[in-house]
C-alpha cells in the first residue's frame, strides 16, 4: 500500500495493496480493493466499497449522503465494481433507506469529467458517461449503455442495454435495450445502430432487431397488440424478447416512443 503523507486515512477503514495520492480523505467505513488508485484531492466517505483496480481521478466524492431531504444520516451503502475509470469532480451517491438502501455501480465503466449518479442508482458494465451526464434518485442503467455529455436522466428512468442517450438529451421515459434518444425532451429516434456495430452484433441480429422496433412502433393496431405481434413473429431471437421483458417489467416510468408527426 502506498499512501502519500498528506493523506488522511480514518481508523477503521479496510484498505488492501491501493495507492492513495496526496490531500485524499477516506472515510472509516471505507473499503479500497487490491490496486485501486485514488490520484489526490480525492474524497471517500461513508460506506463505500470500491473494487480491484479502479482509477479515481482529482477532485471526485465517492459515498457522499443521498441528496435527499427525506434521509438523516442512516446507514446506507455504494458499492462501486472493479476496473472502473473515474474521472475529475465525478459525484456518487450513497443509496437511501426507502430506496433499498444501496448505489450500485457496475464493472468496468468509464465515468468523465463532471458525471454524476445519484441515490439508489444501479448501473450495469462497460458503460460510458461523458461529461456532466447526470442521473437522477433510482436510475437503472444497463450494461453498455453510453450517455451522452450534459444529459439528464429523470429519477425512477430505465435505460436499456446497449442504448444510447444523445448530448443535452433530457429523458423522462425508459429507453428500450438497443435504442438511440435524443432531445429535450428526449424521444426515441431508432436503435442505437453504432453502437450495435462496435460491440460485434451480428449483421442477422441488428436485422431482426430493426425489423421488431419497425414493427413495434409503426401501425394503426393497439401498443399491446404490436408487442405481440413481435413476440409471434421474433420470439426465437434472445435480443428481440430482451426489448419486451425490458417494456413489460416497466412500471415507474412511461416507455420513450419515437416522436408523432
Known sequence: MSVHNTAIIDEGAQIGNASIGAFCHVGSDVILHDDVVLQNNVTVKGATEIG?????????????????????????HLKIGSDNIIREHVTMNRGTIAGGGTTSVGNNGFYMAGAHVAHDCNIGNNVIFANNATLGGHVQVGDFAF???????HQFCRIGDYAFVGGCAAVAGDIIP?????????????????????????????????????????????????VAAVREKHGDCPKVISILEFIEKGDSRPLMTPERH
Not at 480491484?52 to 446506507?76: D, K
Not at 450517455?147 to 436522466?153: D, F, K, P, S, V
Not at 442477422?204 to 393497439?222: H, K, M, P, V
Open 147 to 153: 450517455l451522452g455529455g450534459l444529459c439528464a436522466i
Open 178 to 226: 438497443f435504442g438511440s434518444a435524443i432531445g429535450n425532451h428526449a424521444y426515441l429516434v431508432g436503435l442505437n445502430i453504432i453502437g450495435l456495430k462496435r460491440r460485434g452484433f451480428s449483421r442477422q441480429e441488428i436485422f431482426n432487431l430493426r425489423a421488431a422496433y419497425r414493427l413495434l412502433f409503426d401501425g394503426d393496431q393497439t401498443f399491446k397488440e404490436r
Open 52 to 76: 480491484a483496480r479502479t482509477i479515481v481521478h482529482p477532485f471526485s466524492v465517492l459515498g457522499g449522503p443521498p441528496q435527499h431531504l427525506g434521509c438523516n444520516g442512516e446507514g446506507t
